[in-house]
Nanobody
Framework: QVQLVESGGGLVQPGGSLRLSCTMS????????MGWGRQVPGNERELVAH???????IYADSVKGRFTISRDNVKNMVYLQMNSVNPDDTAVYYC?????????WGQGTQVTVSS
């Protein structure tokens, strides 16, 4: 099993910035890719950002140009820099990883964008 723990969520004003972090631990074999998803009650979980082993970054259209994903391969961490946030970004954010072909998700961290 691989465990992922998100941190950095909280309340932020529209137009503000927030940086989410995710730490991975446990029985890690080989990380293939890492990313972030988000979910609001009653909705499907949507993919927000994804970073491949070749450092290729893929973003949902709704966050492209505002969010930036990055990773630290030594520390087994992935980050999501959220800039110019708006109320539609309010959700529980989850990090995920493909470890040797198996997907794992964290417990989530709440992000609320409100004035």
């Amino acid at each position: 099993q691989v465990q992922l723990v998100e941190s950095g969520g909280g309340l932020v004003q529209p137009g503000g910035s927030l940086r989410l972090s995710c730490t991975m631990s446990g029985n890690i074999i080989a990380i293939r890719y890492m990313g972030w998803g988000r979910q609001v009650p009653g909705n499907e979980r949507e993919l927000v950002a994804h970073i491949t082993g070749e450092n290729r970054e893929i973003y949902a259209d709704s966050v492209k140009g505002r969010f930036t994903i990055s990773r630290d391969n030594v520390k087994n961490m992935v980050y999501l820099q959220m800039n110019s946030v708006n109320p539609d970004d309010t959700a529980v954010y989850y990090c995920y990883v493909d470890d040797n072909g198996r997907d794992y998700w964290g417990q989530g961290t709440q992000v609320t964008v409100s004035s």
